[in-house]
Structures are given as structure tokens and as C-alpha cells.
């Protein structure tokens, strides 16, 4: 069964390093999103993408935050000066196509720890 | 944001019981809602959908229900099995008639099931 990819699984930063989180999404679909969960906190939606553009973004994704789709498979959210409140585990899912409700299919999550 | 609350932190049920996870919204523009189930250190896993113009959802022993005018929406698994024992998470989308496609997530409900 086809599946969402990130890597690193762990990443251990100083604080005001750059990072970049890495996804590979289920091949077929066209909508890409990264959420983060910060410890006994929600689920909180930070950007969706499509189309090569940023379609939707929170009021936390702000310009420390990035989103690339280098090649036809990765997907990747960069932190350019890391914060310590950044210290979160980050989910990368897709989609089909928003427009039908297509699920979203979330990765295993990247645990982000900024010391 | 509270626009989407799961108000009972935990649940104990007995195996070979129903277990009910309940979950409130505020923003009458969601018109698709889901569960996810997810075990620490793993990513959201999608459990079963539910579309505004429908009032129930069934898939094998899972069943969503949605009242629309009370904003509640809840699971039920029956009957329920040691290896349900995880966090669940109900979340909201607006969909195309609202033009934004992120879920909006519940605290989440930690069911236990009990052998």
C-alpha cells in the first residue's frame, strides 16, 4: 500500500540552525501539506501546496518558513533560524485532489528538537 | 481556535464492547469531517470519512455519525479490540465551498481497551 515518507525521523538543532525536513508523498497525488504537533498540544495545519505554489498557509508558517518540491517525488519544509519553540514533531501528508475531499495521508513524522 | 473539541481526554472500554468517541465543531462552513487513530511516535493513520450530505458512515466495525444541527460528530467501534488502544483524533475541513482544505484538528480522545 502505497505510503508517505519523511526523513529524518529525529533531528537535533541548535537553536538558530537551519533545518530541513524531508517528505516523499504517495506518488499520485497533487496536494502537499506539513503540520506540526507540538508535545500535548493539537494537530496544527501549516502550509499546503500545489501546483508548485504555496496554495494555503497559517499564521505560524511566517518567513522562517519554507516549502520546496525539488524533483517530481520530494517534498521538503525548511527552517531557516531555528527557535526553540520550533521543538515539535512535524507531519507531511497529501492528497489527490482537494476539490473531491480526498483524504489526506499523513507521513510518520519527523520528531524536531531545537536546544 | 476551539473550532473543533474532543472533550473526553481518555476512555476505558472493556474488549468485545462498543467504544463511542464523541467530537464537537463550531464552524457551520466544515462540510468534511474524519477520524484519524494514532500511536505515539507515528503519524496520523486515516480511519474513516464522513461528507456533510451524509448523516452516517460504516466501514467494518467502525461507524461515523454526524448530526449537523447539534455540530456533533462521533465514532463508534464494535466491538472493540485490545489493538484499538490509541489516541483519536477527529478532524474538520471546509472543502471546496469554503476554498480551504486543511484539517482542522481535535485534542484528540486516548482510548484504551481492555482485555
Known amino acids: 500500500e502505497p505510503e508517505v515518507t519523511q526523513t529524518p525521523s529525529h533531528q537535533v538543532t541548535q537553536m538558530g540552525q537551519e533545518v530541513i525536513l524531508r517528505c516523499v508523498p504517495i506518488?499520485?497525488?497533487?496536494?502537499f501539506y506539513w503540520y506540526r504537533q507540538i508535545l500535548g498540544q493539537k494537530v496544527e495545519f501549516l502550509v499546503s501546496?500545489?501546483?508548485?505554489?504555496?496554495?494555503?498557509k497559517s499564521e505560524i508558517f511566517d518567513d522562517q518558513f519554507s516549502v520546496e518540491r525539488p524533483d517530481g517525488s520530494n517534498f521538503t519544509l525548511k527552517i531557516r533560524s531555528t527557535k526553540l519553540e520550533d521543538s515539535a514533531m512535524y507531519f507531511c501528508?497529501?492528497?489527490?485532489?482537494?476539490?473531491?475531499?480526498?483524504?489526506?495521508?499523513f507521513g510518520p513524522g519527523t520528531r524536531l528538537l531545537v536546544l | 481556535d476551539q473550532q473543533v473539541k474532543q472533550n473526553s481526554p481518555s476512555l476505558s472500554v472493556q474488549e468485545g464492547r462498543i467504544s463511542i468517541l464523541n467530537c464537537d465543531y463550531t464552524?457551520?462552513?466544515?462540510?468534511?469531517f474524519l477520524w484519524y487513530k494514532k500511536y505515539p511516535a507515528e503519524g496520523p493513520t486515516f480511519l474513516i470519512s464522513?461528507?456533510?450530505?451524509?448523516d452516517k458512515n460504516e466501514d467494518g466495525r467502525f461507524t461515523v455519525f454526524l448530526n449537523k444541527s447539534a455540530k456533533h460528530l462521533s465514532l463508534h467501534i464494535v466491538p472493540s479490540q485490545p489493538g484499538d488502544s490509541a489516541v483519536y483524533f477527529c478532524?474538520?475541513?471546509?472543502?471546496?465551498?469554503?476554498?480551504?482544505?486543511?484539517?482542522?484538528f481535535g485534542t484528540g480522545t486516548r482510548l484504551k481497551v481492555l482485555a
Open positions: 501528508a497529501s492528497s489527490g485532489l482537494a476539490g473531491l475531499q480526498e483524504t489526506q495521508y
Open positions: 506518488s499520485n497525488h497533487l496536494y
Open positions: 501546496f500545489y501546483n508548485n505554489e504555496i496554495s494555503e
Open positions: 464552524n457551520s462552513m466544515f462540510d468534511y
Open positions: 464522513i461528507s456533510s450530505i451524509k
Open positions: 478532524a474538520a475541513s471546509g472543502g471546496a465551498a469554503s476554498g480551504t482544505y486543511k484539517y482542522i
